[in-house]
């Protein structure tokens, strides 16, 4: 079945430092991806997503890399800051009729030392 | 602009009870799906409105059920509450009926506690 799984489940970094969060994803059908951050008592929060045509995107201070042969996605954080501390979750969407669905892993919680 | 809001925040209900979750969409959202979010796990769909229909449901059993206004707003409805349902209800909405490359923007959840 679909399944999408994160490497590490803790990440701990210096301010400053670069952050990268690993994501494995199973299903081949996936088209879609993206990237949420999740803090403590909020739902999760919209950071970056790409599509399978693609493999890499980048934003503000963060950037998405997508490996489909191997089926991994990347989370770059630049400069990482104490605002970054936080749950993060990959998550796919298979094609075709697949709408809203979405697949999530389990998470990587990132902690950003001042 | 109003993102996702739902109601009510925190809830406690008892085995075998009844409870009604409410969500209403980011402001030009049309479609609104709604997860399950277990104490450190990842959500989990549940199922999807669009034009007030279901339209697509995950793998939860027919306890859950919900519904769509014609003003977008959703309801969650869990009938016959399990300790196991105890959990962090999540709405999300998206615009352009839900296709593949609109991103889902979620609430802050209802947590909803069954004792």
């Known amino acids: 079945g679909e399944s999408v799984g994160l490497h590490l489940p803790t990440l701990s970094v210096q301010e400053g430092d670069n952050s990268i969060i690993n994501c494995a994803y199973s299903n081949s059908a996936s088209d879609y991806f993206i990237w949420y951050k999740q803090e403590s008592g909020k739902g999760p929060q919209f950071i970056i997503d790409?599509?399978?045509?693609?493999d890499k995107r980048q934003g503000q201070r963060v950037t998405v890399l997508l490996n489909k042969t191997v089926k991994h996605l990347s989370l770059q954080i630049a400069a990482t800051q104490p605002g970054d501390s936080a749950v993060y979750f990959c998550a796919e969407k298979a094609g075709g009729t697949s709408y809203g669905k979405l697949t999530f892993g389990q998470g990587t919680i990132l902690t950003v030392h001042p | 602009d109003a993102g996702v809001t739902q109601s009510p925040t925190h809830l406690i209900k008892t085995r075998g009870q009844q409870v009604t979750l409410r969500c209403s969409p980011k402001?030009?959202?049309?479609?609104v799906s709604w997860y399950q979010q277990a104490l450190g796990q990842g959500p989990q769909f549940i199922f999807q409105y669009y034009e007030e229909e279901e339209r697509q449901r995950g793998n939860f059993p027919d306890r859950f059920s919900g519904h769509q206004f014609p003003n977008y707003s959703s309801e969650l409805n869990v009938n016959a509450l399990l300790l196991g349902d105890s959990a962090l209800y999540l709405c999300?909405?998206?615009?352009?009926?839900?296709?593949?490359?609109?991103?889902?923007?979620f609430g802050n959840g209802t947590r909803l506690t069954v004792t």
């Open positions: 402001s030009g959202h049309d479609t």
């Open positions: 999300a909405s998206s615009s352009g009926g839900g296709i593949w490359n609109s991103p889902l923007h």
């Open positions: 790409i599509r399978s045509n693609m």
